[in-house]
């Protein structure tokens, strides 16, 4: 989810993504963790501009993990009493690397990718790149799931397809990654960037560490054009 102020007169959801002061998501399976970030306008941007209220932002974002027994004590090194239950918080302040080893999507459509994305997974795979990293593929398809990895872990993960909604998916992990000091991208340009022209936009998705998601880039031709599959 994300959360932007409502400026009245001004049309509903037409805002990029520098608008948002917090966003948010879960993910479950041993625990539950809930992951938000949050901006605090110090108030030196003018409300009207983007770009300038986002230099006078700072974000930051952190980690709840819903309370067991056995996490309330490593955590807090007590045996849980009346803790059980709630979120604690269990990582203050998330910092993505700013170099990973992992990429993260469907390699299954690689056939359907554009050049200079196969280019950077073919290179990728055999540490050719700038950085020179050999980097391991690592894939949920969960997005939620592969990009809570990717804070943690480093590297990136995304969709090269116009597939996920700018609005409500996109936009709001990107608020999430860029407050961890990661980049989030559509493969040209910084996805908090991007315009949105209807409620449902969809966009191509990047998102990951700062000096992976910037090398990617560079290779160029990375957005694959809007295709459907049978599963």
């Not at 805002?15 to 949050?38: D, Q």
Request: aromatic fraction near 10%.
């Amino acid at each position: 989810f994300g959360i932007a102020p409502h400026t009245p007169g001004e049309k509903p959801f037409s805002s990029t993504g520098r608008k948002l002061v917090a966003a948010g998501y879960a993910v479950y399976s041993s625990s539950l963790e809930f992951v938000i970030s949050l901006s605090i306008n110090h108030g030196d941007g003018d409300d009207d501009d983007d770009s300038q209220q986002s230099s006078s932002l700072t974000s930051f974002a952190a980690g709840f993990t819903l309370s067991s027994p056995e996490l309330f004590q490593s955590l807090t090194g007590h045996e849980a009493e009346n803790d059980v239950g709630r979120f604690l918080l269990s990582r203050p302040n998330i910092q993505i690397p700013r170099n990973g080893a992992y990429y993260s999507l469907n390699d299954g459509r690689e056939p359907d990718w554009p050049k200079g994305l196969q280019r950077w997974i073919y290179d990728a795979k055999r540490g050719q790149t700038p950085s020179g990293t050999v980097y391991s593929s690592r894939y949920i398809c969960s997005l939620c799931a592969d990009v809570h990895r990717t804070l943690i872990k480093g590297g990136w993960a995304g969709n090269p397809r116009p597939h996920l909604r700018l609005l409500y998916e996109a936009a709001p992990l990107a608020h999430i990654v860029e407050a961890c000091g990661g980049r989030s991208s559509n493969g040209v340009m910084d996805l908090l960037d991007v315009e949105p022209k209807g409620l449902h936009d969809r966009t191509c998705v990047f998102l990951g560490s700062m000096n992976d998601v910037l090398e990617l880039e560079a290779y160029g031709d990375i957005q694959q054009g809007a295709k459907k599959y049978l599963t």
